[in-house]
């Protein structure tokens, strides 16, 4: 090997590594050559030394180039760094080099050098048969365009951003918001969690135009309170389930049904697809690098919980029959996080709907393909993770996943101030110990105080940022109870919080956050425990929308990407980097198709490159955002481009998407398929409701707060606290003992003169 290049890669294959007489300049070039493979991949890689690797500067970029010849389209510029406390790791995929033939150019340019980060190394990866030879090898820092931001608010607003609660109202009671591919919203309601709307059949959606600050009812077939959502590769919608029936006192829980739709955003209007194999009130939705959708926990038709897997066919566009679709018999639980990851498994990152997490450590990772299920460690208070959020940190190649908050509706302590992080890319990973959640004020019944102690809170929105960062906001002490005012910015680069603006309006359960193409985040809904509902609308404008002028991307060539590709766009300045953030599809604190994956750029003055990924489990296929982000970390409105899914694959190479060696000596506890059973035994109090008390949209909390004392009187207070207003008593059971003088209404006055 030439001298500072060393030998490098992982995996089954068979390669040579040689120095060759045909080079681009001098006499020499290196050439790496795979003849078999069946995992893995070989690359020259300058060594791993401080005598070889190139210094750089955090915060800079660098253009890196390079003159190659190659016979395999599976080759990529692959980039690692040092990082001062953890020692050299793989950074990301920069380029995927086309066949050539000849002597060719290709440049890129690196993103912002992260914190800790003092050298880096690189090389051509060659991953499936075939041979790329290369040669002068260029590397030079990125100088500095931008002047200072300038501030356009004032110096508060600058620091920590701005709300503005709309004029107009949200018409519908949505607790499901969709960003759709033409930058409008899709709000499902349903029945709204009202027992009224549901008996009466009024089932409700809504569209809302962020441009013009207008919303378009829309029919609604069915009841899809509580179902899931998640956007097809074409950018229709796909919802499935909903609330079957409300509970009965004393008899079943909430239902879920098999009913399946589409909303179709052209046309505006809901069509069938067949039906599901079991009922899911409450499940997950994530979609493959294929394109399928994969879907797992919530209720049965019968109120238990559904052990089936279920199979959403792109190519079919249907949901598979049961016998089609692997199955371990596991119960997931209610809108368990489960992410897709980069070499197709799924991660249960541990965040839930209603009490306990799932049995073992909290978290794991699920092998469709294996059929088989690996606990992860480290989850702090695993059961104390109820309606916590989990998102996939940017870049998505850096495969890090962070969860914030949760609490327990069984048991309603206090919510957390928790987080934990774990990195995907190790090989046997495992949670670690985040920074705590800020504080900000709770209001505990006479406005809000400041939190005290460990206090933090469920109910918690988390919204990834163009310029990489993640707001997470809204939230609530208890169930359904003493809503949180704060907001704050986590910056994967320092692992660290900033505390920002908080929403002045309450948002805690059934609430929603997400981003907009003009990258502003919307925020809807409230649904206390009395029932009732909040039709605010607030919306955020972060720091960086106050910076002064925006870049502008002045044209896309084509907004029909392929994976591999190399996609042109014009900007009317420089840019730092671009990347595609996927639209929300979110709920319940859940949205685990949210991801921001990051193009690496090859810069010509105004003229940008953009790299996209050769890997389809980084970037699901469908419509996406495309960003433009200064040096400032400024971001362009987005526009919309459509990443192709299966017609792309249809042509793919012998070697799938490069995916570098992680995750592949877990420790944990493997459990293989269970035996087939029919369902997991649930209580009908699952939703942290007792139905002995008022009407069904009202929850009555079968645990109230610690600092609540066990009598009548400090009960009944509370509620009177938390407008709950006249409860009847259903039936003759009275198990919270608010209704002492048996008169069937709680908490009247004779059962305060009791106590």
Request: charged share 20%; aromatic share 8%.
């Amino acid at each position: 090997m030439p001298y500072c290049w060393e030998k490098s890669g992982w995996g089954d294959n068979d390669f040579t590594f040689s120095t060759v007489a045909d080079a681009h300049s001098g006499t020499k070039a290196m050439k790496v050559e795979l003849t078999r493979r069946v995992s893995g991949d070989r690359k020259a890689l300058i060594t791993e030394s401080a005598t070889c690797a190139p210094v750089v500067t955090v915060g800079k970029q660098y253009d890196l180039g390079l003159w190659y010849k190659t016979t395999t389209p599976d080759a990529s510029l692959t980039l690692f760094r040092h990082d001062t406390t953890a020692g050299w790791q793989y950074w990301t995929d920069l380029k995927t080099l086309e066949m050539q033939g000849s002597w060719t150019q290709a440049t890129v340019r690196t993103p912002e050098v992260p914190a800790g980060t003092d050298r880096i190394t690189w090389g051509v990866s060659v991953y499936g048969t075939g041979s790329a030879t290369t040669d002068d090898y260029t590397m030079e820092q990125v100088a500095d365009t931008l002047p200072p931001a300038t501030c356009t608010g004032t110096a508060e607003q600058c620091a920590n951003g701005k709300w503005d609660v709309l004029p107009t109202q949200n018409p519908v009671r949505s607790m499901h918001s969709v960003v759709l591919n033409n930058g409008k919203v899709l709000l499902i309601a349903g029945s709204g969690n009202s027992e009224e709307q549901f008996n009466a059949g009024t089932f409700t959606s809504a569209v809302y135009d962020p441009v013009n600050g207008t919303y378009k009812t829309i029919p609604t077939p069915k009841d899809m309170f509580c179902a899931g959502h998640v956007q097809l590769d074409d950018g229709r919608v796909l919802v499935m389930s909903g609330n079957k029936a409300f509970p009965v006192v004393g008899g079943h829980g909430y239902e879920g049904y098999k009913d399946s739709y589409i909303f179709d955003p052209v046309t505006e209007t809901y069509s069938k697809t067949n039906d599901m194999n079991d009922g899911h009130w409450y499940p997950s939705a994530t979609e493959l690098g294929n394109g399928d959708i994969i879907s797992f926990g919530g209720l049965r038709e019968d109120s238990t919980g559904s052990v089936t897997a279920e199979l959403w066919s792109d190519a079919q566009q249907q949901w598979l029959p049961l016998w089609q679709v692997n199955q371990t018999w596991s119960y997931w639980g209610l809108y368990p996080s489960m992410i897709l990851m980069q070499d197709g498994r799924l991660f249960y990152s541990g965040s839930h709907v209603f009490g306990n997490g799932t049995p073992g450590t909290g978290s794991a990772i699920y092998d469709y393909g294996a059929n088989t299920v690996t606990s992860v460690p480290g989850l702090q208070n695993k059961d104390e993770r109820d309606q916590s959020a989990s998102v996939l940190l940017p870049p998505a190649q850096d495969q890090k996943v962070l969860t914030i908050g949760g609490g327990n509706i069984d048991s309603n302590p206090d919510a957390n101030r928790l987080t934990d992080i774990i990195d995907l890319k190790t090989a046997n990973p495992s949670y670690t110990v985040g920074p705590p959640l800020p504080q900000g004020t709770v209001d505990l019944g006479a406005g809000p105080v400041a939190q005290t102690g460990n206090q933090g809170k469920m109910y918690v929105s988390a919204v990834l940022l163009p310029d990489g960062k993640v707001l997470e906001t809204g939230g609530a002490l208890h169930n359904r109870a003493n809503p949180v005012y704060e907001s704050s910015i986590f910056d994967p680069a320092t692992s660290t919080f900033d505390p920002v603006a908080p929403d002045p309006e309450e948002r805690g359960y059934h609430s929603s956050a997400f981003l907009l193409p003009d990258g502003r985040v919307m925020t809807t809904g409230d649904n206390p425990g009395n029932g009732t509902w909040n039709h605010d609308v607030s919306i955020y404008t972060p720091p960086y929308l106050l910076k002064g002028t925006r870049p502008t991307i002045t044209s896309v060539i084509d907004n029909e990407w392929v994976y591999g590709d190399t996609q042109r766009i014009t900007t009317d300045r420089p840019i730092a980097k671009a990347e595609l953030i996927r639209p929300a599809a979110v709920t319940h604190s859940s949205d685990p198709n949210q991801r921001f994956v990051d193009l690496p750029l090859s810069v010509d003055g105004n003229n940008v490159d953009l790299n996209v990924t050769s890997n389809p489990n980084l970037a699901p296929p469908g419509w996406y955002m495309l960003f433009a982000v200064d040096a400032n970390g400024v971001p362009s409105v987005a526009k919309w481009v459509h990443l192709q899914g299966p017609s792309a694959l249809a042509a793919e190479s012998t070697a799938e998407a490069h995916v570098h060696s992680f995750a592949d000596s877990l420790q944990g506890t493997v459990t293989e398929p269970g035996k087939k059973r029919t369902s997991q035994p649930v209580s009908p109090t699952i939703s942290g409701c007792d139905r002995h008390y008022g009407s069904i949209n009202v929850c009555v909390p079968t645990v109230f707060p610690d600092e609540v004392k066990k009598t009548t009187a400090a009960r009944c207070a509370w509620l009177k606290t938390n407008d709950y207003g006249r409860l009847k008593v259903n039936g003759k059971d009275d198990p919270l003992k608010l209704d002492p003088s048996k008169d069937g209404v709680a908490c009247g006055a004779k059962d305060l003169k009791r106590r």
